[in-house]
């Protein structure tokens, strides 16, 4: 069970960065702005959580598979490699963190944002000092929901990234695997982890939200 | 000294303002929603007219003309410090790091623990430094956050309805406060209110305000003494009109 926990960790902790990275500049521009752009952005970042995993990893496939832009552009591989489980995991586990921290920024006051600017805080400042902090509850239980169903993620990782011992077969791949061999133990173990960090995040959610009161 | 003439249209009626003020401190009278804290948002940045002048001193904060590219100075930039209504200190701050933060902004953290003491000692709250702001009354909230805004040194004080929901002593005592500032920081205090009695006992130059207008402007005792019209006359209430035959 180390390799595949290994597995998962690297590749929760890849999604993680990029839900963070992405997640709170677009939760905060979604938060202010009205207009088409915003719209269609909300709509390309929500999508994922609500196709079905294998359309999910069909798309994924053709935006990750040789020759198309993006990876010409990033001049790297990702099909079959850690780095695509993680696109995979991010795509599922990014919806939550937007939609969580979406509705924390909207509810900081604007006008508690006003004031800093009066005190000579650049926009920078305003979302550092202010607008941050203020959302931290928000934004943290949507990190947690994020990396709760990106460690959960089995269908479109199972189509981008395979199940490559040691690179891309994470914990609940490792686990179908398992039961498909008939290997009990190992399926046991697995289903005790996912079951106890499942458990420890809800647990860990439910206080972000009472302090949020 | 302030110069203000700016035009910018409202939902109901269309802002037309044009004032001046010296280092003193004046009031901007009006009914609710005519205009008053539109016209503060102006001047401070937070809101941006379509067209006028906003000048500070020798310091242009905002030129707009038709068809020619305007100067908006940042908000950060305009030195002109702003009293929200019911204080508005940040809460996840103590009242000392609400009046550090300007300090720490214009790069003087040095001498700001020092400063912050003395402003927050000066407006009698130096034993809550260390308090949340959710631990301390409304009073002393604005009195925090008046130091917050006087901390940064500002070239004018902005003021919305600062003594409402106070009650009558912590009212009467944060006026002394406010009274005091134009005199003995010589920092002019523009101050908005709707509340006559505020108007009586503060204002050395008072601005009417109706529907986005200023229908008089001048010395305290000058309006007071000829409201221009029945109009401003009942807006000053029973004490300042007579009815009878003309």
């Known amino acids: ?213 | 000294m302030l110069e203000v003439e700016i035009r910018k249209p409202l939902d109901h009626f269309d802002l037309d303002v044009r004032f001046e003020m010296k280092s003193e401190l004046a009031v901007i009278f009006g009914r609710s929603g005519a205009g008053k804290t539109q016209t503060l948002e102006c001047i401070a940045g937070l809101s941006r007219p379509v067209e006028g002048l906003i000048r500070l001193g020798r310091r242009v904060l905002y030129r707009g003309e038709p068809e020619k590219r305007s100067i908006d100075m940042p908000s950060r930039l305009r030195k002109v410090g702003y009293v929200f209504q019911d204080g508005l200190l940040f809460p996840h701050m103590t009242l000392r790091q609400n009046v550090l933060y300007p300090l720490m902004r214009c790069g003087r953290a040095h001498d700001g623990e020092a400063r912050a003491e003395a402003l927050l000692r000066d407006l009698g709250i130096g034993h809550l430094a260390d308090y949340m702001p959710g631990r301390v009354s409304g009073g002393q909230r604005r009195r925090a956050a008046i130091a917050r805004a006087l901390a940064g040194e500002p070239e004018l004080l902005l003021m919305d309805e600062p003594f409402v929901h106070l009650d009558r002593v912590v009212k009467a005592r944060l006026m002394a406060e406010v009274e005091r500032i134009p005199n003995e920081r010589g920092t002019p205090v523009l101050l908005v209110t709707h509340d006559l009695s505020v108007l009586t006992r503060l204002a050395a130059r008072i601005i009417v305000l109706e529907q986005g207008q200023v229908v008089q402007a001048g010395p305290r005792d000058a309006v007071l003494g000829a409201p221009a019209g029945a109009q401003v006359a009942r807006l000053f209430g029973d004490a300042f009109s007579y009815e009878g035959p003309v």
């Open chain 1, 1 to 213: 069970m180390t390799e595949p926990l290994l597995v998962s960790l690297r590749v929760v902790g890849m999604a993680l960065g990029a839900i963070a990275l992405l997640g709170v500049p677009i939760a905060l521009y979604l938060a202010k702005a009205r207009g088409v752009f915003g719209q269609v952005l909300e709509l390309v970042v929500l999508i994922p959580m609500f196709l079905p995993p294998t359309v999910l990893g069909y798309f994924l496939l053709v935006a990750l598979g040789s020759g198309s832009p993006l990876v010409e552009w990033l001049g790297i591989e990702l099909l079959f490699t850690t780095a695509g489980a993680a696109v995979a995991a991010t795509a599922v586990g990014l919806p939550l963190m937007v939609m969580s921290s979406r509705a924390a920024f909207a509810g900081v006051d604007p006008r508690l944002e006003s004031v800093a600017r009066t005190l000579g805080a650049s926009e920078w400042r305003v979302f550092v000092d202010v607008t941050l902090p203020l959302a931290r509850r928000g934004v943290a239980a949507g990190l947690l929901l994020g990396a709760a169903r990106a460690t959960g993620e089995f269908g479109a990782t199972l189509m981008v990234a395979g199940s490559i011992p040691g690179r891309t077969r994470t914990l609940p791949i490792a686990l179908y695997d398992a039961i498909q061999l008939g290997d009990g133990d190992v399926a046991l173990s697995i289903v005790l982890a996912l079951t106890g960090w499942s458990v420890a995040a809800l647990l860990l959610l439910r206080r972000f939200e009472r302090g949020r009161r």
